[in-house]
Nanobody, 119 residues
Framework: QVQLIESGGGLVQAGGSLRLSCAAS????????MGWFRQAPGKEREFVAR????????YYADSVKGRFTISRDNTKNTVYLQMNSLKPEDTAVYYC????????????WGRGTQVTVSS
């Protein structure tokens, strides 16, 4: 059974940093596209960052570009989201997503981890 489990969320002051982790189980995700999304209260889920399945190209939402970094460790089957210079508007539940091998669309989702940035 494929599972994605996020961790690393919490409460941080504006300007601080957090690193989110997404541990995948059930199979290897080394050839999968991996993404991070977030959903703030009263808002729709939005794209944050993506790591492609080929060449590990990265893509970011304009709102986080230059502050967030997505990366993966295939030996641990884990994807990370390093978040620096956090802002109150980054407050949301952050979700990890994964595709099937060599595919672009996401088929698997985690349950999310809460990130709260205080001003």
């Amino acid at each position: 059974q494929v599972q994605l489990i996020e961790s690393g969320g919490g409460l941080v002051q504006a300007g601080g940093s957090l690193r989110l982790s997404c541990a995948a189980s059930g199979r290897s995700f080394s050839n999968s596209a991996m993404g991070w999304f977030r959903q703030a209260p009263g808002k729709e889920r939005e794209f944050v960052a993506r790591l492609s399945w080929n060449r590990d190209n990265t893509y970011y939402a304009d709102s986080v570009k230059g502050r967030f970094t997505i990366s993966r460790d295939n030996t641990k089957n884990t994807v990370y989201l390093q978040m620096n210079s956090l802002k109150p508007e980054d407050t949301a539940v952050y979700y990890c997503a994964a595709s099937n091998p060599f595919r672009d669309e996401y088929n698997y989702w985690g349950r999310g981890t809460q990130v709260t940035v205080s001003s």
